[in-house]
């Protein structure tokens, strides 16, 4: 049985900004992902505005990951950030608070590895997924 994969949009120019990206034949450019483009025109739409907007389109890559892949990938964050902020929490000592919910920004790239992603983070058109940590009772 084939290992199954998840589907992951990346954006960039060229298939070369991706790593690892699949070739011309293996990504997928354009087309309907779900996303909605209507607030890419203003109400009187203009050429420059609709260029960009294409070009925008065109620049979506489908990459496929395995999802043992991604499920590695995502183990091992866990288990970083939680020797991460149990290391914290012990050097912290705190008396009187404690920490009780932690919630991360967390960006997947081309190759289903997971990166916590920083304010004032640069990443152009990053999507983050946001996981929210609770303390075990």
């Not at 354009?30 to 996303?35: D, E, K, L, S």
Request: charged share 30%; proline share 4%; net charge negative.
């Amino acid at each position: 049985m084939p290992d199954e994969t998840i589907s992951i949009v990346t954006s960039g120019d060229t298939p070369d900004e991706s790593p690892k990206a699949p070739d011309s034949d293996g990504a997928k450019n354009g087309g309907h992902i779900g996303v909605d483009w209507s607030d890419a025109w203003d109400a009187q739409p203009n050429e420059q505005t609709q260029k960009q907007a294409a070009k925008a389109v065109d620049s979506l890559r489908l990459h496929n990951v395995s999802i043992k892949k991604l499920e590695k990938e995502l183990v091992d964050f866990m288990q970083t950030v939680d020797q991460m902020f149990s290391r914290a929490d012990a050097e912290a000592d705190m008396k009187s608070i404690e920490l009780s919910e932690i919630e991360l920004s967390v960006a997947i790239n081309a190759e289903g590895s997971f990166s916590l992603v920083g304010l004032g983070a640069k990443v152009a058109d990053t999507r983050t997924v946001l996981l929210r940590f609770k303390r075990k009772s």
